[in-house]
């Protein structure tokens, strides 16, 4: 299928690969570079996978600037591994200072309590116990002596950003601030000086399942405890150059594509990530302000802190939401079926969605309220 013959995907993940991707992996499939293999045929250590491995590493280091005291490591286990993976990594079994601000960071603090004494810093929840406003860091309550404070920065689920990284030090903690940016990863610049660690699963917004991203500060990473599993340590990992166990070697590659694509990646005057951040910005403020101008569609969450990326919405007439989800298939629009805790809609406007993606699915909205509204 061309490019303008393929629907648009808003699945919150796994989740859209761009066009230019898929074509190139589909080219290479049976024979990379001339070296009679397919990449899932070939040794990790080899001279060919180690040369898919070192680009993906520089690449992904120069798009989020990633600076030299910091390693990049391409592990497994996903996010949900990560939370258990990061405890026993960094808590040495101390206190773990936890943001519950939607569905995801809910998860990591009950994973985290099986090593760490977890501390809410705060809770985001409304009476309802629904997640729609994120609460300002000066108002965390932090602890003096934390192992970390663990914070989601982009909650797939609930559709809530944090736009702004939080400062720790300013704030009176010496904690490493460590995010969960499985859903938001490249989709924006990183403050490096405000993290300690950085995780994310790479099916949203880098790539094919089965590959999670670590980066991670050096000073970080022997301060495992002794039931850490070896393959997931760290520093094991760290001195091995990801190669400690088989890493997810096809998932790796195609993610390196994605960073190709990304570095080439021009909109608005700009390039690179920076490029990628206003294209997906003008994606978001395109389908806020339609979904704000609807009498039949809304969005709950506070202004400031709506996601770029996972935008829920709920037809305030439930009864018309399958009628919805079957007219939006046959428009060529997947997958906006909402998460089941959450209900209604959801679109998922990852990196890989195109900004015509975008306005398809608003001329989409209009029509049908037009019709039922
Ligand atoms: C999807 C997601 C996860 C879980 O990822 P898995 O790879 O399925 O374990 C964790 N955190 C966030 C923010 C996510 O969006």
Redesign the pocket.
């Known amino acids: 299928m061309t490019q303008a013959s393929r629907p648009f995907n808003f699945s ?2 796994p989740a859209a690969i761009p066009h230019e991707v898929l074509s190139r992996v589909s080219e290479e499939m049976l024979d990379w570079h001339g070296s009679g293999m397919s990449v899932m045929e070939m040794s990790h250590r080899g001279r060919e996978f180690t040369s898919i491995y070192e680009a993906a590493e520089r690449d992904l280091r120069e798009l989020l600037q990633v600076p030299d005291h910091f390693r990049i490591l391409f592990m497994q ?7 258990a993976i990061v405890p026993m990594n960094l808590s040495r079994g101390g206190i773990v200072d936890v943001v519950l601000s939607g569905t ?2 809910h ?2 603090a009950a994973e985290a309590r099986r090593y760490a004494e977890v501390r809410i810093a705060a809770d985001c929840a409304n009476a309802d116990g629904r997640y729609l406003d994120l609460i300002p860091a000066t108002d965390w309550q932090l602890s003096r002596d934390a192992a970390y404070v663990h914070v ?6 609930d559709g809530l950003e944090l736009h702004q990284l939080p400062d720790l030090k300013a704030l009176g903690s010496d904690a490493p601030l460590v995010i ?4 938001h990863v490249a989709s924006r610049s990183v403050d490096w000086s405000k993290v300690g660690l950085a995780f ?5 917004n880098i790539g094919p ?1 089965g590959l ?1 991203l670590v980066i991670v500060r050096d000073d970080l990473l022997d301060r495992a405890l002794p039931i850490c599993p070896s393959a997931f340590n760290y520093q094991l990992v760290a001195q091995a150059e990801s190669m400690f166990n088989t890493p997810p070697t096809f998932a790796i590659y195609v993610a390196g594509l994605v960073f190709q694509w990304l570095k080439g990646f021009s909109y608005a005057g700009k390039t690179g990530v920076a490029a990628i951040e206003q294209r997906n910005i003008d994606k978001a403020a395109l389908l806020y302000q339609a979904l704000d101008a609807s009498s039949l569609y809304e969005n709950r969450v506070a202004a400031r802190s709506r996601s770029r990326m ?1 935008i829920p919405f709920f037809l305030r007439d439930e009864r018309l939401n399958e009628p919805f989800l079957a007219g939006a298939r046959d428009h060529g629009l997947l997958q906006l079926k909402g998460h089941k805790s959450v209900g209604g809609m959801r679109a998922s406007i990852y990196n890989a969605m195109p900004l015509e993606g975008v306005q398809a699915l608003v001329s989409y909205l209009n029509d049908f309220e037009k019709r039922h509204g």
């Not at 286990?77 to 939370?83: A, I, R, T, W």
């Not at 989601?152 to 689920?157: A, D, L, P």
């Not at 994310?200 to 949203?204: C, E, L, M, S, Y």
């Open positions: 919150p993940g286990g996903g996010g949900l591994g990560e939370n995801w960071s998860k990591s989601c920065s982009n909650e797939t689920i969960d940016c499985s859903s994310a699963g790479a099916q949203k399942a999670t996972n």
